[in-house]
């Protein structure tokens, strides 16, 4: 079965045509290279590359970003190979060696359905903002999404062909594309995998295209989304609740008032952007609503202890509750009400 090789390359290093001549042929069927609005300078690269055999080079005109290009990448490869099992995809800045890409192409079996990564060992001799950003990341992914991995941001990766339909809709063209395709692959039941692979960096990855601070934000914000769609929820749930509580100061009813207007701003963020839930719409709407009025219940208890127990004032007892269930709420969402089942 067929096995594709993706490369997308945005002014490429030199090394990269060294890197594509020496794998051996038969591994990959095909090698397909996505220049991505490489300036002038680096037409003898492609140019040198176009004539391995075997390798085939799709052009953007202007650089759209490390996701488009793989995307680019994907919708070829659904609409030309037939009894594929997947695609390797490799960066073209020098950092994965023949040995590695090979070890990840062996991950590719008709019997498998995980995303394999090629994981980086992050010692003293990696850059601080690679190690960094992958340690924050990491604990991110692990905490939140129950995604435990050593390295999150690596490009060295074996994806199943099944998989490339759900990537095209992912709405990122950036590196955060690749933090979200992990999040993608979670939610439609893949597995993880790892391989240990070598970590080449060279003149402290200055041929790196990664802004460290700008597509770093891109990728937190991927990450966060669950906490800004709560934030734009409990606005107007607050709301609600300060504005209901000064004409009727009943707590119970304040805050299930506040929870039903806030009910459906939620459950629109929470399905379309955060978990990408596709099951049927009835049944996560039944346990969504089990849900708001377990917790409203709930934080309507605390509320009441905290305000006429404890004597708190009323806005610091809604803000402690609320914040008091953050977190067992976000995960009964996640692997309750939003849950997909896990792949073979």
Do not use: W
Request: proline residues 3%; aromatic residues 14%; charged residues 20%.
């Amino acid at each position: 079965m067929n096995k594709v090789l993706l490369i997308p390359a945005y002014n490429p290093e030199e090394k990269i045509v060294t890197v594509v001549k020496d794998l051996p042929r038969g591994i990959f069927d095909q090698i397909l290279i996505v220049n991505d609005g490489s300036g002038p300078d680096y037409s003898d690269i492609f140019n040198r590359l176009s004539m391995v055999k075997d390798v085939n080079i799709l052009v953007h005109e202007t650089n759209q970003g490390k996701g488009a290009a793989l995307k680019t990448g994907f919708s070829y490869i659904l609409k030309t190979t037939k009894d594929c099992l997947g695609v390797v995809t490799a960066d073209a800045d020098g950092q994965h060696l023949k040995k590695d890409i090979l070890a990840i192409s062996d991950c590719l079996k008709p019997e498998q359905s995980a995303l394999t990564i090629g994981s980086r060992t992050f010692d003293s001799k990696v850059p601080f903002r690679s190690h960094f950003g992958n340690k924050m990341t990491r604990m991110i992914m692990n905490f939140f999404f129950k995604i435990d991995l050593k390295d999150t941001q690596s490009g060295l990766r074996a994806i199943p062909y099944s998989l490339l339909p759900e990537l095209l809709k992912i709405p990122f063209n950036g590196y955060e594309f690749e933090i979200e395709m992990l999040l993608v692959a979670k939610k439609t039941g893949y597995r993880f995998g790892e391989v240990e692979i070598d970590t080449i960096y060279e003149n402290n990855n200055l041929a790196s295209s990664f802004n460290p601070v700008i597509d770093s934000a891109k990728i937190y914000f991927v990450l966060f989304r669950y906490v800004l769609g709560s934030l734009i929820t409990a606005t107007v749930d607050y709301i609600v609740f300060f504005a209901s509580f000064a004409f009727i100061p009943k707590i119970f009813l304040c805050t299930y008032l506040a929870r039903l207007v806030a009910l459906f701003v939620n459950f629109f963020i929470l399905k379309k952007f955060v978990f990408h839930s596709k099951g049927k719409i009835i049944v996560i709407g039944m346990k969504y609503l089990l849900l708001v009025g377990i917790s409203g219940f709930i934080s309507s208890v605390t509320i009441e202890y905290f305000h006429n127990v404890l004597n708190l004032n009323i806005v610091i007892s809604k803000i402690s509750a609320e914040l008091l269930f953050y977190v067992v709420i976000f995960i009964v969402q996640k692997e309750f009400v939003f849950k997909k089942g896990v792949k073979p």
